[in-house]
């Protein structure tokens, strides 16, 4: 039934998971500011108030994620899985997830990428969004009766860093050239302020964006991962590649 | 310069590279009817006659070429490099094809995988038609100096059986879901008739895109691979996931 | 010791584990047919009753997956692990399934694969299953002190759909193209009524069963995937290979 | 036609190609030794005279390579492609090796795996013989045209050393346990004496041999690795897996 | 500030984590007695008493444990997390190590590979030793509040068994030729004397050492992987390549 | 006999291979200006003039590549194979190359990576390179006999962009921190001056750096890939490991 309403889907919202409070914001920012650009609405949740990071207090982060979302114009929500740098995979964790997909019903869903070598919390939380949106639209799970079961249309990972970039899925770039979205990017990365005081984690990011501009013969982009072979009505969005050089 | 020009470029044309007279259509005849019909012209090079097959006089494949390729809509012609089953990989072949490429101008480029474990002229060909987009870029060539440099949009590969589908590249389904393009597709592959007497290629073909489609969630899909990067606007085009079951 | 004996095994029984009552058929109830009618006895371990699923009540499903076991000719039992769509992975769990493996003894077990692409239940079943083989055969384990270890011969990965196909291990296709075993398999599919009203998945399991038996030359196949290197006496076993068009 | 014969095929040569005098019987001479001993003719088809080596003059390695096949009871043909160290992927010697094969018709087929980081002949000879069978099958082969197509049964590689294992691919492990074909083995290296005088080879690979056979709960076992899916007509060869440890 | 330090860190322990009694010398025994001859200090931490084994009580593995360490010269320490075959991923036991890893400062950690399939406890304490050395560094983690943040130099990744060597990790070798390191490591291999009676582990330990170094031109080689890219200063370290035959 | 002159060997000189003029210095001159700062002779062949490029007179980059080799210190050499955007693989190139690696004795090699969706000639030179450093050890080649066998220490690729790099070898990282090394490094890319005028390579390759630099807990770094596994006394060397963030 959705599938065939997806040329009305357009402004469905993308909804994007964070296992810190910052981790959205350095790893995609800059997309998300697009899409709110162009009309979606865009929901965080993220699930930890980073209280194991070596800086700022949670109630510092937490003050510093609002700003951050508000500058994008994201809404946010913070929900408590098993805390910071402990998070574990359970079912129980997933089918919550699943909840709040049934409740937000979101278009596309972010999370980060399931390569092991980074952070414990980020690849545990893509496993368990990658769980959540498929038990969300299965019928009989208990916990979710009263919540309606929703297909989500696409399930795409995002990089925190380097390392953490798939290497057997072929990315997508977003184009995040323009002025007004780097600008936005940045000014939401720089209200995660007790983080950018320790690290240089904005130049990382824009250092990233730019490289990946340059490949694609643009200003700046920004890497996902499908979740799922992506399906096309025809070969039209996919005219531009990344060959540069 | 090209980039910025993007917006507009809908319609350039879909190019395709055929190592023997029957394997575009088998492979993605459905993607070409799909393209025509919604307005891009489509162009195919065939590289032999087929002559090394067990079925089939070079001139019969030859007019069933023609009659695929009318049936679709798409223009044809053929070229000669080695000769069918001797294909080899030389920069003065990628030099020809680079010259084609700068003669159609086309947006979109298809040729077959480099997985090596099919026809060997199959993944060679893919080779050449990859080097040829790069090199109908470079202002240098001396044998493309009367032809002016053309930086295609983005080249994808088809995969002629399940063993040429490259594992190492996210695929994107196009979907070919609708009556009339299956029809039309059938039509075309059916037109290779020498071919079709002897195996069961048709309902291979169908049998693959029916098993893709009901990954879907539609009714048929053909897999492509992607060369290079996607780079795109924005997630909108990516609201449809292949999640099934 | 068992390894010597190797020649005589060939009636030991094959023990086939399912996360949820239609799983084994769906994926490979062709090669149990097979098996069976070749004189090997079969079980089906099913971890839950399926009730998380869309479609069908636990009590419907417990009775399908019995009539459809029963129309194989295979025995059949249920076990409860954390329930359907809440399967986690504990070591309790393996043990569990490892001692099932010690009391039945068998010679090949299935299970589904470890692609984490998939139905979640799945692959961490997969994972418990090959944890619990090794187990059962280590003399130590507490809670396994009643039953004697056991070795069993080989361990193969089944794939309830294409995403669960893993792409690191060279498949391998038994033929199921007899009457007959299509006829049983194809029965024992439909048993599972509640499942296969809403969706078609006995068209796509023929779909990819008949696309490897045109690879392989021949009307349809299976394909399941190694856990372990095969170890022969020779290379006879060997002399077919799936080398389609 | 051919595939309805298989259960007949035991008897059926197999085949194996060989960049230098050595390397067959380095990589797989057990294997070799145990197909003789069950009945199966073997043929070497040895591509070069060992002459860019730096032990042994090529009059030595003819002399020594037929004396090692000889030992194994396998007859032995020395052809020119391009010389040691010297070999290129041309489709005139794919057509040439095509020809050997419809001449010998072998049921399995043998050749070096395809991983690039070994001596170039051997990779480069592993591609040949891979594009070789298949145009074996191909009936409109100018070149071949006095030689009826033939269809091998299977296509597997050897490794002869390890850098050559393809990681790819799932090996299966021939059981070369048994004394006298460790010692018909043995004394076909040893006829390589230009070599094994020079460096430890035989060391090497009676080493990888073991541990094969350690992995596998045997004594030794030498690694193949499929060029394509096995086609099986039931689980039975299948129940024994290299599970060591 | 530690990164700075580096060119006074020669002497800085290397910590090697072992799931069983016998994990660490049978893997890499060899390296140990390298690094403490030259005056590095070694730490390892047994992570249970191997009860869950066919041979030998845990008394009698500790007794071997102990006798081993002393051998080699290692201190030893023994900490209980889940027991033998039952070890889980639990953020607790992940926050335990780092505890460990805060306390004992090293400058390199040494675990079992993350390839699955194994011992169930080898790869898992694998994860969990990576996530702990990240988890060291992170200023916040409250358990680990008494004890300073410290951030690793290297982790690297060792293989009990050839099924354990990482395919997607580019492996470098540790020269343990010399006869001193080579008794020193077989003797260390010898006082597990309840396992060694039981199975070949000392022979296939040191072919697997002999087939490495023969592929450097040296006696023997350990393999290790690392768990992060390596930093250098130059490239001389580089200039000895594994590249044999 | 090289192998146990290892220790002395450190200032034998690093060999880099160029597809065209600007290759090596883009790709690693920060490499190769910190090598000649610590005392390590550098010559550079470059394998074209750079003629295809749309950018710079063949004489302008022969000029240009002569002013950046002066800048860093290295010793250069303009050979012919095939002309730019023309280079094939042929046996002749490998022997020709091979040739060079005799004469000139180095101890490292530096080539372009084998990633093929790159410049053409960059993964053809690759592969020639590598085959090269083979052929120079083996003492039969004819065109090679008034050459002694040379044997280098280590062989390692260099990615000129990002789709250079081997996504399956795991890679070092050079520190190239020190503000006179990326002094002289900046000045060597900028002495290309044809190339820089019109692309933003050098931005590219200090993006690439800093990027690494950043993941390694340094200023700059840029990434070579093994071409065989690294042979080490010790652990020493590994002590710094890139894990950023």
């Not at 040329?7 to 981790?23: K, Y």
Request: aromatic share 6%; charged share 20%.
């Amino acid at each position: 039934m959705k599938r065939t309403l997806k040329s009305q889907t357009d402004l469905l919202p993308v909804l994007a998971f964070g296992a810190h409070p910052d981790d959205i914001e350095f790893a995609c920012g800059g997309v998300v500011a697009k899409e709110i650009l162009l009309g979606r609405p865009a929901h965080f949740i993220i699930c930890s108030q980073g209280e194991a990071g070596s800086h700022g207090t949670p109630k510092q982060r937490v003050a510093e994620a609002k700003k951050s979302a508000k500058l994008l114009g994201a809404s946010l929500e913070f929900i408590r899985l098993d805390g910071d740098a402990h998070l574990e995979i359970k079912s129980a964790h997933a089918i919550k997830l699943a909840g709040i997909v049934r409740r937000l019903k979101p278009d596309i869903v972010l999370a980060p990428s399931l390569v092991e070598n980074q952070h414990p919390d980020h690849w545990r939380l893509g496993c368990l969004v990658r769980d959540a949106v498929r038990l969300a639209r299965y019928g009989g799970v208990k916990e979710l009766q009263n919540l309606k079961p929703h297909a989500i249309g696409q399930f795409l990972f995002y990089a925190v860093t380097h390392d953490a970039e798939p290497r057997d899925l072929t990315p997508v770039f977003i184009d995040v050239s323009s002025p007004d979205i780097l600008a936005s990017w940045t000014a939401a990365m720089q209200a995660h302020a007790s983080q950018t005081a320790a690290r240089a984690y904005i130049e990382l990011q824009l250092a990233r964006a730019r490289a990946n501009g340059l490949r694609a013969g643009i200003s700046h982009a920004i890497a996902l991962f499908p979740g799922n072979p992506f399906v096309l009505d025809s070969l039209a969005p996919l005219s531009r590649g990344a060959r540069g050089f």
